[in-house]
């Protein structure tokens, strides 16, 4: 089972949720869900995401 990090690795970022939603053209409500790993984004989404954060998008997930 993989288990989603994105939510942690928000929290410790110098980055509001709305600068990442706007930054990706995503909606509140599709972050929350990356965030509480109800639904995921795609690998281009993930991708991006990572560059915004400045981490490894392997990083963005654990095995659990």
Do not use: A
Request: proline share 5%.
């Amino acid at each position: 089972m993989v288990k989603s990090k994105i939510g942690e690795i928000i929290k410790e970022s110098p980055y509001k949720r709305e600068y990442i939603e706007k930054h990706l053209g995503v909606s509140r409500n599709t972050l929350s869900n990356w965030c509480t790993g109800r639904t995921y984004p795609s690998v281009p989404q993930l991708i991006k995401l990572s560059e915004i954060l400045n981490v490894k998008f392997e990083d963005m997930y654990e095995e659990e």
